[in-house]
């Protein structure tokens, strides 16, 4: 407490710390409304004066004391307690009639004024240093020495980031000055030297930090890696929801990784998914993986209702009801509903549609021998490229389309892939060679084979269409049901399009027909394959449980809705989020479905900003938040999945003993570059806890020349 008789009775100000000297000051002097009542007595009448706050405005340095209700100089109680004038200091001053002189008297004392002085500059410089000009050129010339070593740190730092942004190694087989394979970051170095004479005359000269080693390079990943952090941190502090995503893979080197996305939506309500790590959980199972997961969340979740939905793969141990990832970590956070990566659905329900025929597997088996017949082969990839001059697409774990890829090719390059198998048959002089290019002829004039490549070649398409419209980090369930709605549409228009198809790949003239049996069955089978689609689309990509909320902002049903009000729908997402206003929300979304204006807007996303943008927050509360939720919900763990192919491109044969640090900075500089070129000063936020972290050889922290 700062309280006028604790100064007086109870603290020695001159033999307290620092900082209780400084707390004292910063607090200022204490102001109270005294009431200081006098009344003087004459002949005619009786004068009273009473005391007003306008004193303490007009005398900087006055003060009061509500419990001896007197006034008293705040700086001579402070410093000048061995004072004469014992008014102003022990006793008070409550006489309003001599109050003016007495405070002109007091002003003039020399006890007053170096007392003042003394508060003025308590916890500044020395005044012999304020005012030598010495001291204040040893300051200057020390700023300019920082201003360089920051600026030589800067071009490292640039250097760092280039090779992280591109995906390069930065260390190579020797990194001394006259070696021949430095490595791409010193080799950078040297030729940034050569066009920045500053930066040269330090690599040359310097003998105390060149800042090129090792050591240096892993503090600055590390550096750059806590920036990227924070600054998540800080977008994530703004969004009012939060979901994570995850999934593993296993590196080079044999060591599994696990994946951590963060999506959330930026303050104009678009909605991002954010790169926060690799790491190396302590075991495979769902509660290892839980406690990495809880572990990180906490570092970012301020509270653990913002945690709204949480998204893996279908495996068991992620996806599990009892005992999975999901469960867990539903059990600490209440509002983390769990969402079936729809890219993997649909991955699934593309390799039951493509298994369930004999003839199909055949099919798509030997498109993955002409995949394999070019693979390792150069003279034969020659002869692809002089008569296809397109190269066969490889399989990749990463890309789920890979059948689409490979049809699609096949089907546009047939005729031109006939003629290669037959120079490779009449030019080759290997056996397995000729004998293998004579078995992929003889597939592709197949009638069979050119049915089912001209089945899914007009199927595929449509699902190329929905795996790119699913890995759009924009995505939303609204979105999405759309497409999933024009997917089926287009899958059943193909369905009865097969006889025509059918009677196309009969009239190829190297074709000969087959009996009516076997035409019916093909039929019949082509058309099970599109109702499969249709089934297990229906079945998977059902909106169930917190995803009913979707539902409510399908504006092409928005017509129907009017008349008819999705009760069902309302009162499931009411159960999935009991915190909404249930009778404001259903009266927006009774406006919404009433006004025609309202019914072109294609996502939640859209709607979201338009409510943002026009200032409607207030007014479209409930709405507002629900559709932050359904907006913040991912579709699919894409970005994990783009995260893995950064991975195999960072962490490769040559680089296998990377530690996990600076393989999630390395990481981060690529998945998140277009985020760090937006950080104002970044390279200034890296200095600053590059020089935090420890005691360095190189000063780099700027010190203040005092004013005077």
């Not at 607090?27 to 009448?45: A, S």
């Not at 990180?296 to 949480?310: A, F, W, Y």
Request: hydrophobic letters at 35%.
């Amino acid at each position: 407490m700062n309280s006028v008789q604790q100064l007086i009775l109870q603290c020695n100000f001159s033999s307290i710390s620092l900082e209780k000297k400084m707390e004292i000051k910063n607090k200022g002097r204490p102001t109270p409304d005294l009431n200081i009542k006098q009344i003087t007595k004459c002949k005619t009448r009786d004068y009273v004066r009473q005391f007003k706050n306008d004193i303490y405005k007009t005398n900087d340095w006055i003060c009061g004391c509500s419990e001896t209700n007197r006034l008293y100089c705040f700086p001579c109680l402070l410093f000048g307690q061995k004072s004469n004038d014992a008014a102003w200091v022990k006793n008070g001053i409550n006489d309003l009639i001599h109050l003016t002189s007495k405070i002109k008297t007091h002003e003039k004392s020399m006890t007053h004024i170096n007392s003042q002085l003394n508060l003025k500059l308590l916890g500044k410089q020395d005044i012999r240093q304020q005012l030598s000009s010495a001291y204040r050129l040893n300051i200057k010339q020390y700023n300019e020495k920082i201003s360089h070593n920051r600026y030589i740190l800067n071009k490292i730092i640039n250097c760092i980031k280039f090779c992280g942004a591109f995906e390069l190694a930065l260390r190579g087989h020797d990194e001394k000055s006259n070696s021949e394979n430095p490595g791409v970051f010193r080799g950078l170095i040297n030729f940034s030297s050569e066009l920045d004479s500053v930066l040269k005359c330090h690599i040359e000269n310097s003998s105390v930090f060149k800042g090129l080693s090792k050591s240096i390079q892993n503090d600055l990943l590390e550096c750059c890696l806590a920036v990227c952090q924070q600054r998540i941190k800080n977008e994530i502090k703004q969004a009012e929801y939060i979901s994570v995503m995850a999934d593993e893979t296993t590196d080079v080197s044999a060591q599994f990784q696990l994946s951590i996305i963060f999506r959330y939506l930026l303050s104009d309500g678009t909605p991002v998914e954010r790169f926060w790590g690799f790491f190396n959980p302590t075991g495979h199972d769902a509660k290892s993986l839980s406690e990495c997961i809880i572990f990180n969340l906490e570092k970012v979740l301020e509270s653990p209702d913002m945690l709204i939905c949480q998204s893996y793969d279908g495996a068991n141990v992620m996806s599990g009801r009892l005992n999975g990832v999901q469960k867990i970590i539903n059990n600490s956070y209440k509002n983390a509903h769990f969402i079936h990566c729809y890219a993997h659905q649909l991955n699934l329900i593309l390799i039951q549609a493509t298994s369930q025929n004999r003839e199909i597997r055949i099919f798509f088996s030997n498109l993955t021998d002409i995949t394999n017949f070019f693979s390792n082969s150069p003279q034969r990839v020659t002869v692809l490229d002089k008569i296809v001059k397109h190269r066969v697409p490889r399989s990749s774990n990463t890309r789920w389309n890979f059948k689409s890829r490979i049809v699609n090719t096949v089907y546009e390059n047939l005729e031109s892939l006939i003629e290669c198998m037959k120079e490779i048959e009449s030019t080759f002089n290997q056996t397995i060679a000729i004998n293998q290019a004579g078995a992929l002829h003889r597939m592709l004039i197949d009638d069979r084979f050119i049915f089912w490549l001209r089945v899914f070649h007009s199927l595929m398409p449509h699902v190329d269409i929905l795996y790119n419209q699913l890995q759009k980090p924009t995505m939303d369930p609204v979105e999405l049901s759309k497409a999933i709605f024009r997917f089926e549409e287009n899958i059943l228009k193909e369905r009865q399009n097969i006889d025509n198809i059918f009677e196309t790949s009969q009239n190829h003239p190297t074709k000969k027909r087959k009996h009516d049996d076997t035409i019916e069955t093909r039929k019949i089978a082509a058309k099970e394959v599109c109702d499969i689609f249709i089934v297990n689309v229906k079945e998977r990509f059902d909106y169930k449980n917190h995803l009913n909320a979707s539902h409510l902002f399908l504006s092409t049903k928005f017509l129907m809705y009017e008349n008819n009000f999705p009760g069902d729908h309302f009162n499931k997402t009411i159960e999935a989020y009991p915190f909404l206003d249930v009778t404001k929300l259903k009266t927006e979304l009774q406006l919404f479905y009433k006004r025609t204006d309202f019914r072109d807007i294609n996502s939640s996303v859209h709607l979201l900003k338009f409510i943002i943008e026009n200032n409607l927050i207030h007014i479209f509360s409930e709405s507002y938040k629900l559709l932050k939720i359904i907006s913040t919900i991912p579709m699919t763990t894409a970005e994990a999945e783009r995260s893995f192919s950064t991975l195999k491109r960072i962490k490769t044969f040559l680089r296998n003993s990377m530690t996990e640090d600076r393989l999630t900075a390395l990481a981060m500089l690529s998945i998140e570059k277009r985020m760090i070129n937006n950080i104002p000063n970044f390279n200034e936020e890296v200095i600053n806890r590059f020089a935090e972290k420890k005691e360095r050889r190189i000063d780099l922290t700027y010190k203040y020349v005092p004013e005077i």
